[in-house]
Structures are given as C-alpha cells and as structure tokens.
C-alpha cells in the first residue's frame, strides 16, 4: 500500500486492484466494499477500481469474489491524497461442501447496464458446456440471442443478422470467430479472463456494429508460477502454458482436433474431412522504475479450418482469422486512465467449388485500428470518457457468377472517428450515461453519410429493490457480409466495404425495462425493445446484366419482451430465460421474416454445487421453428454454354430448383435436454477436472434442414454421451 500525493482533489480517493493470491491473475467484476459508508463499487474488466469523494477517516475496505476468501484492509483516508491498494485474494480449496457467497453485496444502483452481461473468469467455469465448454454457445442460454442450430455457434441477436455482431478480443474485431462446421468458436474459453455481452443499447466507446457486442478479455498468464494445462474432449486436445517473465507474465493456449466424431452426426456417421486449430499468446510487461503505474501487453492470434472432401462432386473450404494487438494501459496520480492501442485484424476466406456445381468465392480483409481512450473519476463519482480511432481496411472480393465468370472487387477506407460520454453517478437512486460518437469519413470514401452516433442509457431506482432501465442508441455499420438468405448452411459469409452507391447501414434502438431484486438471492429482469434497420445491404436477386448493381438496400425491423430471473444460493444457481420475438425485412415493397426469426424461445439452467468437488448442471432449450423457402417443383434447364457438340439439346439438360415464397415454411420445434456432472481433485501437484456429459438426453429428432438435391433429412445432434478430462499442474 503507497500514497501517491496529488492536488486537484480536496477529498480523499482510493484505487486499487483484485487479483488472485496463486496467479497474480485480476479478478473482473469483484466486489470492494467500505463497510462504514454502506458504499461499495465492482472492479473493471481489468481488475483496477476507483473510489472517490471519500471522507478524511479510518475506513474498512473489503473486497470479494465468489469461490474467493475476502480481505478486509484498515485504511486511514487523508486530503489531497490517492490511496493505492492491491486485493490478492486465496481461492477456496474445491473440497469444501460450499464455495464462499460475496461478503457483502454491492447494489447496482445507479449502474447504467441495461441488455448488458457480465461473466468473469470464476463463472466461466460454470457456464453449460454441452459437448465442451465453449462461450459463444454459452451466450445462446440468454433471452433474446438465437442459433443457427446444434452445428453452430453463430449467434443471432434480438432479430438481427450475425454481421451485425461485433466480436472483439483484447479490443481486436474478430471477422469469423467460429470453427469447421461452426460447432463451437475459435476463442479458447481457458484463455478468457472475462467477459461483456451487449444484446443492444451499447454506449458509444463501441462503434462498426448495429446490434449487439461481445468483448472477450484474455488472461495475462501466472505471475508466480509455470503452470500447465492439457484437456482432451470427443473433438480436441488442447495445451496452455503460463508463467512469469521479468517484470511481467505470458501465457500460450492451442488447440487442435483429432476426431470428427461428433461432426459426422450430420452426415449420418460419414467422416467429415474438418480440420482446424487455433493459438493464442500474450505477454505483458510493468515496471514502475521504467514507466510508474504502466502497463504494456501484446499478444498474437490464429485460428485455421479447412473442409477437405476428396470428392469432386463436393465442394471445399479454407479460412483462417489472424490478429495482433499492441496496448499500453496507464494510471495517473490523479483519478484518470488512459490506453493506447494498434490492433490488426485479417480474415481470408475461400470456397473452392470443384465439379459441386457449387461458385467459386475467395475473400480477404485487413483491418488495422490505433485508438486511445480516457476515463476520468470526479469527486462527485461522476465519469467522463472520451477517445479516438482511426481504422483502414482493405478487402478483396473474388465471385465467380451464374456464367462461370469470374469478377474481383477490390475496395479499402479509413473511418475517423471519436467519442465522448458522461456518466452522471452522483445521486444513487439515478445514473445517465449520455455520448456520442462523431465520424469525420466513411470507409467507401468522402464525408460521412451520418456524422453522429447519439446514444444515452439511464436508470431509476424507485427503492432499493426496484429499479427502471431505458436506453435509446443510433448504430451505424460501413464493413458488411454478402449472406444469402436461400443458402441452407453457411460455413462463411464474405466481407465488403458497403460500396458509394448504397449508404451505410443504420439502426435505431428502443429499449426499456425493469430490475427487480427482491432479495440479495433473486433477481428478474424484464426488457422490451424495438430496433429499425435503414440502408441494408441486400444481394440484387434481379440482376440480370453487367450494369445492374450487386446490392441493393434492405430494411428492417425487430421488437420483443425478454425475461430473465436468476436465484442463487451458496450452492444453487437456477435462472430461467424466456423471449418473444418478432423480425422482419424488406426488399423491393416485400416483407419477409429472416431465417433467425424465431417467435418463442426458452432456457432453463440449473447448477448444483454437491460438495468434495462435485458439481451437476441440467439445461432445457426450447425454441419455435425458424423460417426457410420451400422448393416449389424442379424443371431441367438446359445449358447451352457449349454449342460446338450435336448432341448438346439432349446432353446438357440439368435439374434446377425453383424456390416458393422466401421464408414462408416454418421448420419444427427445437427442444432437447444436456446434463452433465464435473468432478474436481488434486492428486500430489495436479489438479484434475473430468466432465461427463450427456446431450439430447431424450433423443429428441431436431430437424435441421433436407437436402435439396436428394431430399434426405439431416437432423440435429442425437442423444449423444460426451466426456472430458483437464490436468492442470
């Protein structure tokens, strides 16, 4: 504990950090609470927070974390003065029958986090694995997020398309963070320190996206010890590594799969040639004799898949993400942070058609960004934060059409742009949080077709159990996907720059909802919204000729009621999750429902903590069916490509499919039941996790679609046993 002597406050201010007592690792979202004031305030995604307008006396500070024993310091708070404190907290041995509860509970209060979710390192490991532990399928249990179904991690939010999801990792945009076939993501969940979901309504730090933003944080590594862990599932095996360096930590994850056994349940136990891994490192370095209270981070990113069939009637794929991240975070000795970064993001993507029938498609972006961002705490606990980024991004667009011939599009753009926002957190029955963001170009070219970003997001509170939530946001996107909505299965979906001719896609979000916390056990939440789309970028079904546009402009339109109650005990965590849904889009004076428009949707978890180690969870999905075209008929259509031939009218006929209304069938109810039990020991050095699991408990016949060439039915994944096994030295 250190003074650091200041003169721009005339009241005391503590600030500090929670970590883990055996790694040095930060804990995210800890509770530090001051006992005598009856005031507390939750840490940041980086584990730092920052108490102000304190009164000059001796104060009790306790911090806590579930699975955690608190640490209580004594404190004598002193005038023009910043008090420093480092929480190391023990974690509690796994053998105990109960994990501790927070010691005390922090209310919200004023916290302006309406459709916002936070999950940290120590929930993450709770979270419903299914066939393994994966966080973007994790997110599907929540109200108002929709899948693609058991084949996908792909995620659709509030009626929204997935390109309108921003997905960043250490603050670098992820283009598609998804692995063969879409099973599960290509972020290693035992590399993610925390987590933020946004389903809407996201404040103005956020920009690119119009419907919701996942922020993955990765680990920094152990600052104490080398420490190791390998796990093997039905599908990976997977190796982490971590330690300390001079004046800092690292830690390096990878993973690779060796079965397709799960996988192959969609082809009727056929192989599937899928193969992908991924690698992640970071390396972080903080010395206060080279630069006080600095911090220094970078950290690489790779993942790879490719879908080789061996089979010229079958089509095959390759994609891979690679991103690099260079960030400087900085305290000052007055209650201000800033960070400073460059990131770059590249995705290549190609479709290679062999004799399927199938176009040939190749796509590559390149993104890099440099920002720096500031937050600055008042006496008043009132906040102001503002930055800048600048973003160039080159993409490189390769189709092949109807014709077999094949058209390159080339694109690239710098977008400037900078925010500014205050939090009002002075009273504790409201807060408002209240920004914009200002665009000084657009990535196609020339001036921005809308300059500002408006947003705001306040709260309520009635009485302490009760608390009123609104928010209202305009979203703009330049950097969209092509995506046909008549693809049956999507493996990837190529990236442009919304070209001059179309302006940018934009959305409007309504939101408004009530927290009720009748108890520090139970908490319901109840959320309504209604978000407008303009300037949609839409395929151009109707072009015919050379000179007719690629896209076209699409509306749209989604609004729905969400309820989530959560009830959690020293041992019990049950949460229910139900949503109503409606999304439509139009095209050319039609209205049609995409294919992520599903009406009802229903999630019921439940986690039991048995004791000596033993854990179980159970989780009941139930969705209404998602909308597909139907096929009308089947005609032969001839192809007269090749006219030298005499016998071309009766060689080159082929059968092509023609198509019904878009999206007027509606496939069948999705339900299925997983339950899984984990068991934690250590034997001499090692910790050991096993996870037995059983998926489709019931054997429940999801379908997932027909193949139009064939007719055959593909189902979902069947009643399917798992098991997994961590060592962790």
Do not use: C
């Not at 501790?100 to 419903?128: H, M, W």
């Amino acid at each position: 504990m250190n003074n650091s002597i200041i003169y721009s406050q005339d009241k005391g201010i503590i600030r500090g950090f929670v970590a883990d007592s055996t790694s040095g690792e930060a804990l995210p979202y800890a509770n530090v609470f001051i006992k005598e004031l009856n005031r507390g305030v939750q840490t940041d995604f980086r584990g730092y927070f920052i108490i102000a307008a304190l009164p000059y006396k001796r104060l009790s500070v306790v911090a806590s974390y579930i699975g955690y024993k608190s640490k209580e310091y004594f404190i004598m708070v002193e005038p023009f003065k910043v008090t420093d404190l480092k929480f190391f907290l023990p974690p509690v041995s796994i053998q105990m029958k109960t994990i501790e509860q927070v010691a005390q509970r922090i209310p919200k209060e004023n916290a302006t986090d309406l459709s916002l979710q936070k999950i940290g390192i120590r929930e993450i490991e709770n979270l419903p694995k299914g066939i393994e532990l994966d966080i973007f399928r994790s997110l599907q249990n929540m109200p108002g997020v929709q899948t693609a179904g058991d084949v996908s991690a792909k995620f659709y939010v509030r009626g929204s398309a997935s390109n309108e999801n921003l997905v960043l990792l250490d603050d670098t945009p992820i283009y598609n963070p998804f692995h063969a076939l879409g099973i599960f993501s290509s972020i290693d969940p035992d590399m993610v320190n925390s987590m933020e979901f946004y389903k809407g309504g996201f404040p103005s730090e956020y920009a690119g996206r119009l419907s919701s933003v996942v922020k993955v944080v990765s680990r920094d590594g152990n600052k104490n010890n080398f420490s190791g862990k390998a796990s093997l599932s039905l599908l990976t095996a997977k190796l982490l590594l971590e330690g300390p360096i001079p004046n800092g930590s690292f830690i390096l994850s990878g993973r690779k799969n060796y079965s397709d056994y799960v996988l192959k349940k969609f082809r009727n136990n056929n192989s599937i040639p899928a193969d992908f891994h991924d690698l992640f490192f970071k390396a972080n370095y903080s010395n206060n004799n080279f630069m006080k209270d600095a911090k220094w981070s970078f950290s690489i990113f790779s993942s790879k898949d490719k879908i080789m069939n061996n089979n010229p009637k079958r089509e095959d794929f390759k994609w891979e993400n690679n991103t690099m991240s260079l960030s400087y975070f900085q305290l000052s000795d007055t209650p201000l942070f800033y960070n400073v970064e460059v990131t770059v993001s590249n995705f290549i993507g190609e479709r290679i058609p062999n004799s399927s029938g199938a176009k040939y498609v190749y796509n590559k972006i390149t993104d890099g960004t440099m920002r720096l961002d500031f937050t600055y705490v008042y006496d008043s606990k009132d906040e102001l934060s503002g930055g800048f980024r600048i973003s160039e991004v080159h993409t490189r667009l390769v189709l092949e059409n109807f014709r077999n011939q094949v058209n390159e599009t080339l694109a690239h753009g710098a977008n400037v742009s900078v925010f500014l926002k205050y939090k009002l957190l002075r009273w504790s029955s409201f807060g408002l949080d209240i920004g914009t963001r200002a665009n000084a170009t657009r990535l196609a070219g020339g001036g921005p077709a809308y300059f500002l970003e408006p947003r705001a997001s306040l709260t309520y509170r009635f009485i302490p159990q009760i608390a009123l939530k609104s928010s209202w946001g305009i979203y703009l996107q330049d950097l969209v996907t092509i995506s046909d909505e008549n693809e049956v299965v999507s493996v990837f979906e190529p990236w442009i720059i919304t070209p001059l001719y179309l302006k940018p896609s934009s959305a409007i979000h309504y939101i408004g909802g009530f927290e009720i916390t009748p108890n520090e056990f139970l908490t319901f939440n109840l959320e309504g919204y209604y978000k407008l789309q303009k300037n949609l970028a839409i395929i151009n079904e109707n072009k015919f000729f050379a000179t007719d546009k690629d896209l076209i402009h699409g509306d749209g339109k989604s609004y729905g009621l969400e309820f989530l109650s959560k009830l959690t005990t020293n041992n019990l965590n049950f949460t229910t999750a139900y949503a109503l849904m409606y999304s439509f889009k139009t095209v050319n004076g039609k209205t049609y429902s995409p294919r992520y428009d599903s009406r009802h949707n229903v999630n019921l978890t439940f986690e039991y903590n048995l004791g000596l180690g033993f854990s179980a969870s159970a989780v009941l999905t139930y969705s209404s069916g998602l909308p597909f075209t139907q096929i009308a008929g089947y005609y032969d259509k001839l192809n007269v490509d090749d006219l030298t031939g005499r016998e071309f009218l009766l060689d080159n006929y082929n059968p092509f499919i023609i198509l019904g209304e878009k999206n007027l069938g509606r496939l069948p109810d999705y339900h299925r039941l997983d339950l899984s039990l984990t068991k934690k020991l250590n034997i001499g050095k090692f910790k050991i996790t096993t996870d037995l699991s059983a998926i489709n408990v019931y054997n429940r016949k999801n379908l997932f679609y027909f193949r139009r060439d064939t007719g055959e039915r593909v189902n979902m994944l069947p009643f399917l046993p798992s098991a997994s096994i961590k060592v962790e030295l």
